[in-house]
């Protein structure tokens, strides 16, 4: 006879309870409005008590593919925190938008035929449903996205104020282009549009054929490719719109001092702007009045300099182009041309096809000599001037002084074509050969008028300069690497510049009556797209397909009149470059932000602040596009009056990344990682998909490795509380870890007893007591608050987890039902698994939920150890062990270790020279 299975216990914490749970308290939560924060002012105005605190995810876009585990650990850190800081009574403000606009909508579309918007708008759905399940704590009313008409508005209208604008350099702030107006007398555009913060240059551009758009640098791969796609790349000379963001190059450095950031973004945007001190050197040329100006950032080292090269692209080439080539010329400086101009034209023709990156980064240095030599302002040699693609037109001068004695690049550039190598800077002890990079002092560095010789770097710099200086032959100076942001995309899915051109091609803005300028319906949504290799192509954008739109009769205050609109639409960094603003006033439309909300939730709150959002978590990846671009956009609304804060975030935290592991088979394809079997014997470890060999790899999640799971998953076989704990408990928030499916269930194993130390798996009820705790389960207690609290406060969640489970099983090895520990628990563990945590609290007897229940505090009394562990040694060696009280004296802890039965043996009746005693942990006794 068969023993009949047991059956589940029917209240027993399972995936199927968890969903019921969560799913009732999601909306319980929605429909009491649980997380809406109060504002000062304005239609969501309400009490306003504690401290506020304003905490933002980076804003996601709506992907088609939907999430997968990877994407929540930031959402799920920063409802954590929230939720956290509301228990300790701050008002929280947590909100989600949606950056909406982006190239993937629009791909679809033209794939499909299926507008960007419908498209957009299903996958925010799906985005939503799947957060949702997640618990998180966000004030739905807050909620927006890019596309939203009110939103447009309103970054059109930011786009108009920064238009408006000029950049004062005496006052440092930008200011309105009415008081440039005043100042020069003139409304010429001819003169005030080169002024305007945002302006229509002719420059050289990341030209993509076959995207059929403009790329910025940012969007190119370091191979010279499409980031999308990978297409060729090339530098082209276009019209396009951009924003004059290096008018505000040192503060966007300087500023970063004042900002709780990682240091590696702050390195990262240091670098990207690249702030460099030194000087601009004159160079004059032999038989030509043209003088080459050369910016270097080691002036000390002119002595060394051998010969100049400038950018292909320079502006002097065509007039330092000789007609000949000098008698004697190197064959290697003429690239096998018969002239100079021949030589130049065909170099010119090859660089153009490389992107800056390919430059900069090309190891074979090549070159053409242009037949012209300039003069070494310090001593008087005929440097030649040859032109190669390692110099750039958009850093310094683009012209360089080459110094192969203290330069890798020039070094390498000298080797090959035959240039003398000058060092000028002493190699230290040991040095063997090549380019000598350190410090040391000046070595084959004077003439008749200054001598450098055996000066440190720094005091050689200011020396030379300040005789440069004198001479007439240079200056002090600094330059910046960053360029200003190219701010035109050829695409459709974006928003729709308000700026329309008269009859003689003057940008104009439109009136703010006229916001937002809605999209128009296009016949077909790609840009005009060429060959690849299609160099003389032309932009076309698919707005420019709509005349109707384009071409308009407006007043804009002179009569009615005709006006062509702008067709480029701005790039997809437009609306994260403000959104932090939105949240604050969700649906303010009579100005961008209430000065009242924008105050409470942004504003500085002691003097040097620069205010911001209190954290902002998100990856590290837009350390120098989101994050650069969002700061200046700040700072101009802020010199113009609009906001009281300078930078948008003030503390800034970098969340690792959750990886996994895919395979492939002998031919190198991917194949599904939950159908590949591990295989362990002894040490080695090899795994088998269908019973035939895979290789392992680490690294991202995606559909196209076949390792993805999604939350769904997670969801339905664990519950949203389970893939939340596992989550926080992976390791450091800010270092990226493996998933491991099969790990989860440690997670709901940990929930699962918290669960059953507060109800009865088979009734249902509560089985809590009123029971007194005792002093060891006291001190578990506190201690746990106590170490909580701080990692709590740390942002150290696995910790924290660690800390509570610890204290679970305390609870549950001692049998303890106490209310006065199981309460406490259920409130540090709701940060972390809020659903389960408030079931329990209503099991508990709580009516009203714990959202913002005080968070436990420890008390100090019971934080004291009611006993410590002595060691006592005889000669050297444990002899025995004792549980003493922490502030036992030194007379008590000798008197109880000599009289310990394993000490007394091992003495064996011998004399006690020496008792040494380190109270309350050791007692050395020597015999």
């Known amino acids: 006879m068969s023993t009949p299975e047991p059956k589940p216990s029917a209240y027993r914490y399972s995936s199927d309870l968890a969903g019921d749970i969560e799913r009732r308290w999601q909306d319980r939560w929605e429909t009491e409005g649980t997380f809406e924060a109060p504002n000062p002012t304005g239609d969501l105005a309400g009490e306003v008590t504690g401290e506020k605190f304003f905490i933002m995810d980076m804003f996601p876009y709506p992907s088609g ?37 982006g190239l993937p909508a629009e791909i679809h579309a033209v794939q499909t035929g299926e507008h960007p918007r419908g498209n957009t708008i299903s996958n925010m759905a799906n985005m939503r449903r799947q957060l949702r399940r997640l618990g998180l704590a966000h004030d739905p009313r807050r909620s927006f996205a890019t596309i939203d008409s009110e939103f447009m508005r309103w970054t059109q209208w930011i786009f108009i104020q920064i238009f408006e604008s000029w950049y004062d350099t005496d006052a440092n ?46 969007e190119v791969t370091p191979e ?42 702050k390195h990262m945007q240091r670098n990207w702007i690249g702030r460099s001190h030194g000087a601009e050197v004159s160079f004059a040329v032999d038989g030509a009045e043209t003088k080459i100006d050369v910016f270097t950032t080691r002036p000390d080292t002119l002595f060394g300099a051998t010969y100049v090269v400038l950018a292909p692209e320079h502006e002097l080439v065509g007039e330092l182009t000789a007609a000949a080539w000098p008698d004697g010329v190197d064959a290697a400086w003429t690239g096998g041309a018969a002239t100079p101009a021949e030589a130049i034209a065909d170099y010119r023709a090859a660089a153009g096809a490389k992107s800056d990156v390919e430059r900069q980064e090309n190891r074979d240095k090549t070159g053409v000599f242009t037949g012209s030599y300039a003069i070494n302002p310090v001593n008087g040699t005929s440097l030649p001037v040859f032109i190669a693609d390692y110099v750039l037109t958009g850093y310094g001068t683009g012209a360089i002084m080459a110094v192969p004695g203290q330069d890798s690049r020039d070094w390498e550039f000298a080797e090959k074509f035959g240039l003398p190598i000058i060092r000028t800077v002493q190699p230290s002890e040991g040095f063997e050969d090549g380019p000598f990079l350190g410090e040391g002092p000046a070595i084959n560095s ?21 005789w440069l200086a004198q001479q007439g032959s240079g200056r002090g100076t600094t330059t910046y690497r960053l360029r200003d942001w190219l701010f035109s995309r050829q695409r459709y899915w974006g928003e729709p510049f308000p700026i329309v051109f008269d009859e003689n091609g003057s940008p104009i803005a439109v009136p703010d009556s ?12 790609l840009p005009k797209t060429f060959e690849p290799d299609d ?67 942004l504003g500085p709150r002691k003097a040097g602040d620069t205010g911001g959002v209190d954290l902002y978590i998100g990856g590290v990846e837009h350390a120098v596009l989101h994050l650069l671009y969002a700061r200046f956009w700040h700072k101009v609304l802020f010199d113009l009056g609009h906001l009281s804060s300078e930078e948008p975030f003030q503390k800034l935290f970098n969340q690792g990344y959750i990886q996994a592991y895919a395979y492939t088979d002998a031919r190198g394809v991917y194949v599904p990682a939950e159908d590949v079997v591990e295989h362990v014997d002894g040490a080695e470890t090899t795994y088998t998909y269908d019973g035939k060999p895979v290789n392992r790899e680490y690294g991202k999640m995606g559909k196209s490795l076949k390792n993805i799971v999604t939350p769904d ?19 450091p928030l800010d270092v990226s870890r493996p998933w491991e499916t099969r790990a989860v269930v440690g997670a709901q194993r940990f929930l699962q007893r918290v669960w059953r130390l507060v109800v009865d798996e088979d009734s249902g009820e509560s089985v809590a007591t009123d029971d007194a705790l005792d002093a060891e389960t006291l001190h578990a207690l506190h201690k746990t608050i106590e170490g909580v609290r701080v990692d709590m406060d740390e942002m150290r969640f696995n910790t924290a987890i660690a800390k509570l489970i610890e204290l679970t099983n305390h609870l549950t090895k001692a049998n303890v039902r106490s209310r006065a520990a199981l309460e406490p ?103």
């Open 514 to 525: 006229m916001l937002p300028v809605e999209l128009p319906e296009v016949p077909d949504y």
């Open 173 to 218: 702030r930008a200011r309105p282009i009415s008081e440039l107006i005043e100042k020069l007398g003139t409304n010429d555009p001819q003169v005030i549009d080169q002024h305007r913060l945002a302006y229509i240059d002719e420059s050289p551009v990341n030209w993509c054929p076959a995207l059929g758009t403009v790329l910025s640098n940012e």
């Open 224 to 265: 010279g490719r499409s980031e999308r796609g990978n297409f060729p790349v090339f530098p082209r000379n276009l019209r396009q719109w951009k924003m004059r963001i290096t008018a505000y190059a040192d503060r966007l450095i300087d500023d970063l001092d004042r900002m709780d950031w990682p240091e590696s973004v």
């Open 535 to 601: 160099v003389t192509s032309e932009p076309e954008p698919p707005l420019a397909r709509v005349p109707d739109w384009v071409n308009v009769e407006l007043d804009l205050g002179d009569g009615l009149k005709k006006y062509r609109r702008e067709t480029n639409t701005m790039p997809n960094w437009a609306g994260s470059s403000w959104y932090e603003l939105r949240y604050a006033d969700p649906h303010n439309d009579k100005t961008l932000v209430d000065p009242e909300n924008e105050a409470y939730w």
């Open 713 to 731: 998953e997670m969801y339905d076989a664990y519950g949203a509380d389970t893939f939340r704990v596992y989550e926080m408990s992976m390791g």
């Open 825 to 927: 628990l259920v409130l540090m563990t709701a940060p972390l698994a809020p659903h389960v945590a408030e079931e329990l609290w209503a099991k508990l007897g709580h009516a009203d939920s714990l959202a913002r229940a005080p968070y436990p505090v420890a008390d100090a009394a019971h934080l004291v150890e009611q006993s410590v562990t002595c060691v006592v040694q005889v000669l050297g060696k444990v002899r025995g062990k004792l549980e003493v009280s922490p502030d036992i004296s030194d007379e008590d802890l000798q008197a109880l270790a000599l009289a310990e039965p394993n000490v007394v043996r091992s003495i064996d009746g011998r004399e006690v020279r020496k008792v040494i005693v380190r109270a309350p942990k050791l007692v050395s006794i020597v015999v």
């Open 446 to 466: 004077a003439n008749d008028d200054i001598d450098l010789n055996g000066l440190p770097i720094a005091e050689a710099k200011s020396t030379i300069i300040a």
């Open 65 to 101: 593919a939907g999430l997968h585990v990877g994407h929540p650990l930031g959402y799920i850190a920063t409802d954590v925190i929230g939720r956290y800081r509301r228990m300790q009574g701050d008002n929280v403000l947590h909100a989600l938008g949606y950056d909406a606009f």
